[in-house]
């Protein structure tokens, strides 16, 4: 199993462009989520998603969109990105949570993104 | 909204020092995770808490969640240099909830 795939793994953006990051994963989980990190900051997120074709914001969603049209996919997109959107961003799936079941985590590899 | 605050933000050690980083929730959590990220990696998960008062050991690291869950303790008895890493803890309000992660502990130890 591939796990969480992210592509791209780094990209470098002009002020203003847009692009999108995109997540995968094969394990069939429900949840999906949408992390970034910078430094003395942890791990913020940005927004979430409990099941195909839904989605909720998260602590820091200004600035970005997401989309899950696919439970296996969940989409980031930047519209007109800013340097303060450089960062590290992961992408994490879980199972729903069922009681004291785990629900662990699984995170991609991360995207490096750079806005200049 | 929900905040989960950790402390230390760093913590330098000599290899065979314990290490502890703790981990405060300003609302009561359903469970409380830990990950591990190492230099350059992505978080991994090491262990879920869930009863209150629960202690989880492996190997070396203890895991402990508050009585009034929350608040959380990752201890390291005599840290190796591949203890070397970020913890994070990660919590969630309800079982369904959405997962917030601390600021993360950065551990370094030198030999």
């Known amino acids: 199993n591939a796990g969480v795939t992210q592509t791209p793994k780094f990209r470098v953006l002009k002020t203003g462009q847009s692009m999108t990051l995109l997540c995968a994963q094969d394990?069939?989980?429900?949840?999906m989520y949408w992390y970034r990190q910078d430094p003395g900051m942890g791990l913020r997120l940005i927004h979430y998603s409990v099941g195909e074709g839904t989605t909720a914001k998260g602590e820091v969603p200004d600035g970005y969109n997401v989309s899950r049209l696919k439970k296996q996919n969940f989409l980031l997109g930047l519209e007109s990105a800013a340097p303060s959107q450089t960062s590290v961003y992961f992408c994490?799936?879980?199972?729903?949570?069922?009681?004291?079941?785990?629900?662990?985590?699984?995170f991609g590899q991360g995207t490096r993104l750079t806005v200049v | 909204g929900q905040q989960v605050m950790q402390i230390p933000q760093y913590q330098h050690v000599q290899e065979g020092e314990d290490f502890t980083t703790y981990c405060n929730s300003s609302?009561?959590?359903?469970?409380i995770q830990w990950y591990k990220q190492r230099p350059g990696g992505h978080p991994v998960f090491l262990i879920q808490?869930?009863?209150?008062?629960e202690v989880k050991k492996q190997k070396r690291l203890t895991f402990q969640f508050g009585e009034a869950k929350k608040n959380s303790s990752l201890h390291i008895t005599a840290t190796q240099t591949t203890d070397v890493g970020t913890y994070f803890c990660?919590?969630?309000?309800?079982?369904?909830?959405?997962?917030?992660f601390g600021q993360g502990t950065i551990l370094t130890v030198h030999p």
């Open positions: 994490a799936s879980s199972y729903f949570p069922q009681g004291p079941k785990n629900t662990e985590a699984f």
């Open positions: 609302t009561t959590l359903s469970n």
């Open positions: 990660a919590g969630r309000r309800t079982s369904y909830g959405k997962l917030t």
């Open positions: 394990m069939n989980h429900e949840y």
């Open positions: 808490l869930v009863k209150s008062g």
